[in-house]
């Protein structure tokens, strides 16, 4: 069997301390081991230019290497304090808001160059909208409990019950936190280590990862922001219930927040996969109700722990407002026409757009016969007309409703993080609209995708980037395609 070719710089599981130099797209800072032959690169997630990383070797190739970040030994010069618990999810924090839009913005562009060969690029982008809650955004947390924690001091794990975030890279450590965070809410982070102690003084495990079994799993808090209100689910096992009051923990946490929480749900999950909700598990309310509710562009929104919903509300206002302006910013090209609203899940994009133009007709499309279901549902909660909802599948719509054939002029794209396959996006040329509203959380995957819609004679019109989620590397993109 032939060799592969391997290089000679560095092995795969090797821990390596390196020199940050330039900034990739997706968060990948790029260090370089240099020789005589040339420059090697390996690639590493959540760094900086400027920083000094530890870091282990997971893939390697003739040409580069890509390794997981272990700890950053020395930050960059461009970092700040903050008075903030720092985690996982918020790589970039140190980072002034300024430089993470630069970096975002530059590396965002150059895929469509790299990949999607658009050489004119910086002449067609619109805008950077930054999120209009830099800290504090996310509406949503799922905090775990673990029987191995990670010791600050030592820099090793140690056997201790902890509430909070895995440590980076490591699936069985957990690693306590002790306050805000700076991206959720700050009075829920600043009292987790209450509920802990609580936790604690019951006597019960929590889950041990390598050895599968315990009792605490998950602790998940979603939050409205239109009523400030937090809805609770206590993800545990079945095992040890009996010896544990729900009742009592749901008075606990009515004690902490008050008129703040609107309800509290218990999971039993005894399946060993690391989720939060269990496909064969049950879950049951323990106190208040079980949806809050949360207002998108005047519209309202019922939200239950399940369902999806934009992470942070305030910002997808805005990511939504792009993309009213771009499919509304020809009325001609909208007026008594169809606009088609695929990968529609809860139809919150149909629904906005609907309550903006008197004379579009809006048809959301999506395979998840569920999420119609509770589109359907916003829909008339919100008293809007003109919508029409259909489960289905993109390439099998037109055979089923012949109606619209030639019809549909504006298509809404807003497809989940692995794009649209290319068998999907050659159905979606084939409904030959004229122009097309493509948001993605995903430009790696856009910029393939532009490559196809441009040979089928799209061409990118405008592109604005959104900062949904500062201090991480996600950004997202939304581009009108025309004929």
């Known amino acids: 069997m032939p060799s592969r070719e391997r290089n000679k710089f560095v092995k795969k599981n090797q821990v390596l301390e390196l020199k940050i130099e330039d900034y990739a797209f997706g968060g990948k800072g790029i260090a370089r081991i240099r020789s005589e032959e040339g420059d090697f690169v390996v690639f590493v997630p959540n760094t900086l230019p400027g920083q000094l990383v530890k870091a282990q070797i997971s893939k390697s190739s003739k040409k580069y290497a890509e390794a997981k970040l272990i700890d950053v030994l020395e930050s960059s010069e ?29 590396s965002t562009l150059s895929l469509f160059k790299r990949i999607g060969k658009v050489a004119n690029i910086e002449d067609l982008f619109d805008e950077f909208v930054s999120s209009p809650n830099v800290f504090h955004y996310r509406n949503k ?45 700050k009075q829920m982070e600043d009292v987790l280590k209450n509920i802990r102690a609580y936790c604690i003084d019951t006597g019960l495990p929590p889950w041990h990862g390598p050895k599968r079994e315990g009792f605490f799993r998950y602790f998940v808090v979603r939050k409205s922001f239109k009523t400030d209100e937090l809805l609770c689910n206590l993800v545990t096992t079945s095992g040890d219930l009996d010896q544990f009051d729900l009742e009592k923990f749901a008075a606990f946490l009515k004690g902490i927040f008050g008129e703040r929480l609107a309800g509290l749900l218990h999971t039993i999950n005894d399946e060993t996969g690391d989720r939060t909700i269990a496909t064969s598990g049950s879950i ?28 942070n509300p305030k910002c997808a206002e805005k990511l939504y407002s792009k993309v009213v302006e771009y499919v509304l910013e020809d009325k001609t ?27 579009a007709k809006i048809v959301g499309v999506d395979i998840v016969a569920s999420a119609i279901a509770d589109a ?102 939304v581009v009108l395609f025309e004929k």
């Open 78 to 106: 461009d970092e700040v304090e903050v008075p903030f618990q720092d985690i996982p999810g918020a790589p970039y924090i140190q980072l002034p808001i300024e430089l993470q839009h630069q970096y975002k913005k530059e």
């Open 141 to 185: 947390m799922e905090y775990g409990f673990s029987a191995i924690g990670y010791d600050r001091i030592t820099k090793r794990d140690k056997d201790e019950f902890t509430l909070g975030f895995k440590r980076r890279g490591v699936w069985w450590m957990g690693d306590n936190l002790d306050k805000d965070s700076g991206l959720f809410d």
């Open 284 to 311: 049951k309310l323990i106190y208040g109700k079980d949806k809050i509710v949360e207002e998108l562009l005047g519209l309202n929104f019922e939200i239950s722990m399940k369902s999806f919903f934009q992470t």
């Open 333 to 359: 090209k909208v007026d008594n026409t169809v606009v088609m609203d695929l990968f529609c899940g809860t139809g919150t994009i149909g629904q906005i757009v609907a309550s903006k133009s008197e004379n």
């Open 376 to 477: 359907e549902k916003n829909a008339k909660r919100n008293h809007i007309e003109g919508l029409q909802f259909y489960a289905a599948d993109v390439g099998k719509f037109l055979y089923a409703h012949p109606a619209y054939k030639n019809k549909i002029k504006t298509i809404i794209l807003d497809p989940a993080r692995a794009g649209i396959a290319p068998k999907t996006l050659q159905k979606i040329i084939a409904l030959n609209a004229d122009r097309m509203v493509y948001v993605s959380c995903n430009p790696a995957t856009q910029a393939r995708d532009t490559v196809l819609l441009r040979e089928a004679g799209y061409e990118i019109k405008k592109i604005s980037l959104v900062d949904q989620f500062p201090h991480t590397a996600h950004i997202e993109t």
